[in-house]
């Protein structure tokens, strides 16, 4: 089986600052990936449904506003409600020290914050999707 | 739980995602799911959406899956963007103009990478749309690539190809006379409130006439503006119109003829691609056999016969 790994990249909420997530889409691309970027101001109910039906392995979310522990808690808990649990899901943005512990709990694997070399977040994704 | 095939039957999302992603991997499963799905196809509607780069394409596909979702109809879409050549990447970005349809039941997205196919579709195309239509889904659109001139494989696939053109592609459409512009069942002009609208319509018009033949259907020219919804309503009429004409028609059953055709081909070849070029005596000689034809021993031809003779045999 020829399979490639598809992320899908998105940014939930009203923040409007987009180029950390585009920046990391073409890296991932470059990578050999697949990436589904969906634009701006997702539900997290929209971003659970894009990841069902473009069966994804990965999620990125990125968000800038500092509403993440809201919306990212929202999307891993409806992906774990519509039994999709083995989807990996990565944070980034502006996500202060202290709220890292709890994201993490909630199922956000890997958190990356401004200045993460797009190395980092490639070879975490492909150390931990499963094959 | 139930085989997939069954789940697809049941129009079932996630079954359908799953389903789609084996076969665009060419996994053995998929191919003894297509068993199951094959008898089931064959009932949905399959428009193809195609045309040049920024022609609003995905922000037309969207509006024209709303104006079809208003009767009842379910929709499934294929959104295909290009696979890079050289990485094997690709940014599938045609959701950014749908997102308004997300959160619809009756609308199942798929976007897809060509994964090398030329052509401006995607090897696993046509098993997509079995699966989708398997599934229930009373309309199929597939929106190509942004393509050229030569990309034309969507006729292969559709009932009714509509190719969608702008403003400003000026004197560009006398030189694209051939390609794209031979296969329209309908012609949409996108963002007619440009400037460059009536000149684009004008160069439209007389390749119609031109290549009319007396008494046939002239192909009909809508004019859209799909951001605001504007003369979408009008094409979903034009289409549907297309279909029914079509419908009965010897045309109507060579159509589907040339799409199985073409699957059943496009299957041989990956089968035979996989066979030649995955076999260890291809990737054991072939830097050896470069060698040689570098250094003028042999030529290309003999060098191939050689591969092929041994792994054909």
């Known amino acids: 089986m020829e399979g490639k790994i598809r992320v899908l990249v998105a940014k939930p909420g009203l923040d409007g600052h987009d180029r950390g997530a585009k920046i990391v889409a073409r890296a991932l691309r470059d990578a050999g990936m697949e990436v589904i970027y969906t634009g701006l101001h997702q539900t997290a109910e929209m971003i659970v449904q894009t990841a069902i039906q473009e069966d994804v392995k990965v999620v990125g979310l990125s968000l800038l506003s500092g509403a993440h522990m809201t919306l990212f808690t929202d999307v891993t808990r409806i992906l774990k409600e519509k039994g999709m649990d083995d989807v990996l899901v990565l944070g980034g943005g502006i996500i202060p020290e202290d709220d890292i512990p709890k994201l993490r709990e909630s199922g956000i694997k890997g958190i990356f914050g401004p200045g993460t070399p797009m190395d980092d977040i490639v070879s975490f994704i492909k150390e931990n999707v499963e094959e | 739980m139930k085989d997939l095939g069954q789940r697809v039957l049941d129009g079932e999302q996630r079954a359908i995602a799953k389903m789609i992603t084996l076969s665009e991997n060419n996994s053995p ?151 794209i512009m031979e296969i329209a069942d309908i012609y949409v002009v996108n963002k007619a409130d440009r400037p460059g609208f009536d000149r684009i319509m004008a160069e439209i ?58 699957e059943l081909i496009e299957i041989i070849r990956k089968r035979l691609m996989n066979l030649i070029f995955d076999e260890s005596i291809f990737k054991e000689r ?28």
Do not use: C, W
């Not at chain 2, 951001?227 to 079509?246: F, M, N, P």
């Not at chain 2, 470069?290 to 054909?312: F, G, M, N």
């Open chain 2, 205 to 262: 018009e007389s390749l119609v006439d031109l290549t009319t033949e007396a008494g046939k259907r002239s192909i009909p020219i809508i004019p859209t503006v799909a951001k605001t919804g504007e003369g979408i309503a009008e094409l979903r009429a034009s289409v549907d119109e297309h279909l029914e004409l079509l419908n009965g028609t010897n045309e109507f059953q060579a159509n589907r003829r040339r799409r199985y055709e073409a």
């Open chain 2, 29 to 179: 499963e998929a191919a003894r799911e297509m068993k199951v799905l094959h008898p089931a196809s064959g009932r949905a509607q399959i428009i193809g959406i195609t045309g040049v780069m920024g022609a609003g394409k995905s922000t037309l596909v969207s509006e024209l899956a709303m104006e079809y979702r208003k009767m009842g109809k379910t929709v499934g879409i294929i959104a295909i963007d290009p696979t890079s050549p050289f990485t094997g990447g690709a940014l599938l970005g045609d959701r950014i103009r749908m997102t308004k349809l997300t959160e619809d039941e009756g609308i199942f997205i798929r976007s897809m990478g060509t994964r090398g196919m030329l052509g401006g579709l995607t090897s696993a195309v046509y098993d997509v749309v079995e699966i989708m239509d398997a599934a229930g889904k009373d309309i199929i659109m597939v929106e190509t690539v942004g393509v050229g001139q030569a990309e034309v494989d969507i006729i292969k696939i559709a009932d009714t190809t509509v190719v969608v053109l702008v403003p400003g592609l000026g004197d560009s459409i006398q030189a694209i006379k051939a390609g």
């Open chain 2, 286 to 313: 072939i830097e050896g056999l470069i060698d040689q034809i570098e250094a003028k021993e042999k030529d290309p031809y003999s060098a191939a016969e050689e591969i092929l003779s041994q792994v054909l045999k």
